[in-house]
């Protein structure tokens, strides 16, 4: 898993190469017994739905293995919903224990320290969609460079439960694991051997390039289901026609932030973006963008201190704020924000500070769901807030960056 982060102003795959080295982790001191881990439940006033769908985009080679002729994603919807069904586990069981073997030692997990595979989210698999709920405005999701698309679950969540359409999306041979129909597991392409920093600007706009394409094609698909026509099997009743294209939103984490900044400028079907602590990568960093816009910073994370930052909000002339989150970590804008403080509670090994901070776990969470919320609200409803205009006594960590 990686994370893109800054040292001396120069984009790195901090975790996946392990710029900053985790001591070996320590075993469990009840081996045996894994330790569970929970989701914080979404606070919308709808229960949420979910399904997972495989999208094929023929009209292009994969731009990550030239012998592959199409490209091939793993995406899940998540929306209000009406009725039962399985809970959704966090991960698909094949990602869980690769995840458990391969992604969480870097955090200073052992694997088999923790139950992944059981842990669950608040969604319904196949739900209905809740027709009171009227047509739904779209966001699109995308997690940091290699992370998979279950890693922004708490955020996602709780969006479908306000009433948005949720799209997460994995990124084929960028994902450090994707699970597809038919116990199929993808991992993601080798790391180049000498990570050097012109290797590193390289391997970014790389990544950036196929999500962008990526993002395309799955808004194509979307658009689809908006004018009532199915893109596969499995669909929920009530999903034909439910999204509503005329309001989209986009979202990402780390390289998912530059993404959705991109985006924004670029396709004129998008009309508002959030970053999460991600630097810029590309033409957007310095051209900016002019529809609506949000960032939400690490503690560390100041615009003197990343360039692309400074420059990216310079040439943006729409809409725009930044938050910063006194106390987080890159990793707190990610389901570790949530989880890993409940691992360290039992392995003290974990470097929980290295990866989500110092901020209370819930009140991040709370305050993140409450101003990407208001976010969306505002700019693909319409509905005023005033939680942009200055400080929030109810969220004291969080900074509005003039």
Do not use: C
């Amino acid at each position: 898993m990686s994370f893109i982060t800054n040292v001396a102003g120069v984009a790195v795959l901090a975790l996946a190469v392990s710029l900053t080295p985790v001591s070996p982790p320590a075993a469990s001191a009840d081996a045996g017994t894994p330790i569970g881990v929970r989701l914080p439940a979404p606070g919308g006033r709808y229960p949420v739905g979910t399904v997972a769908l495989r999208l094929v985009d023929r009209s292009r080679p994969d731009p990550l293995v030239a012998a592959r002729p199409y490209r091939e994603l793993m995406v899940s919807l998540w929306y209000p919903a009406s009725g039962g069904g399985p809970v959704a586990p966090h991960m698909a069981p094949l990602a869980a224990a690769d995840w458990d073997r391969r992604s969480a030692p870097p955090l200073g997990v052992p694997k088999g320290a923790v139950d992944w595979a059981g842990t669950r989210t608040h969604a319904r698999v196949g739900a209905p969609v809740e027709r009171r709920a009227g047509r739904l405005p779209v966001v699109l999701f995308g997690s940091g460079d290699g992370g998979p698309r279950t890693l922004g679950t708490a955020l996602v969540e709780d969006l479908a439960s306000r009433g948005y359409l949720v799209v997460t999306v994995d990124h084929t041979y960028e994902a450090d694991q994707v699970e597809f129909p038919g116990r199929r597991l993808v991992r993601a392409l080798p790391l180049p051997t000498k990570l050097t920093p012109k290797v590193i600007e390289k391997l970014l706009a790389e990544h950036s390039r196929a999500r962008l394409a990526d993002l395309r094609h799955v808004l194509d698909q979307v658009t689809t289901l908006a004018q009532g026509r199915p893109i596969g099997g499995g669909l929920p009743r009530g999903m034909l026609g439910a999204p509503d294209v005329s309001r989209v939103g986009v979202l990402g984490q780390s390289l998912g932030g530059s993404v959705a900044a991109q985006l924004s400028r670029d396709d004129a079907r998008v009309d508002a973006g959030v970053n999460l602590d991600g630097a810029y990568v590309g033409p957007v960093a310095t051209r900016g963008v002019t529809k609506p816009f949000l960032q939400l910073a690490a503690e560390t994370q100041t615009r003197d201190g990343e360039p692309s930052w400074k420059s990216f909000w310079r040439a943006s002339t729409g809409w725009k704020r930044e938050l910063r989150f006194t106390g987080a970590a890159h990793g707190s804008f990610t389901d570790l924000q949530p989880l890993l403080p409940q691992i360290a509670a039992k392995l003290p090994t974990v470097p929980l500070a290295d990866f989500v901070g110092t901020i209370d776990p819930g009140r991040s969470v709370a305050a993140q769901r409450a101003y990407v919320g208001a976010f969306f609200d505002l700019h693909l409803r319409g509905r005023p807030t005033r939680l942009f205009d200055g400080p929030d006594a109810r969220f004291p960590e969080v900074a509005l960056i003039p």
